[in-house]
Nanobody
């Protein structure tokens, strides 16, 4: 069992930056691929970025490439999402996820955090 807790969300102006953190507990984080997904009201949860178990592989949604960076620290049992040049359309609840397979999507994630709200004002 893995427990995931996100933090770092908030309100920021367009063009600003935020860094999301996901702290994991339970089984060793290094056993899981990790990722960030986001969801807005009335829409399905969508892929943002994922990172492999050893951090040598990463994937990004086209909408965030060049602006967001996913990273992980297995020693600190944490995963991060650095978000730069934020846009109003990035406003969403951001969820951390863990998976036993790579690559993985919303449907194949094994564990989810409770989410953290990110709001970007124009």
């Amino acid at each position: 069992q893995v427990q995931l807790v996100e933090s770092g969300g908030g309100l920021v102006q367009a063009g600003g930056s935020l860094r999301l953190s996901c702290a994991a507990s339970g089984r060793a984080l290094r056993a899981y691929a990790m990722g960030w997904f986001r969801q807005t009201p009335g829409k399905e949860r969508e892929f943002v970025a994922t990172i492999g178990r050893t951090a040598t592989s990463t994937r990004y949604a086209d909408s965030v490439k060049g602006r967001f960076t996913i990273s992980r620290d297995n020693a600190k049992i944490s995963v991060y999402l650095q978000m730069n040049s934020l846009k109003p359309e990035d406003t969403a609840i951001y969820y951390c996820a863990a998976a036993t397979i790579w690559p993985f999507t919303v449907s194949s994630a094994a564990y989810w955090g409770q989410g953290t709200q990110v709001t970007v004002s124009s």
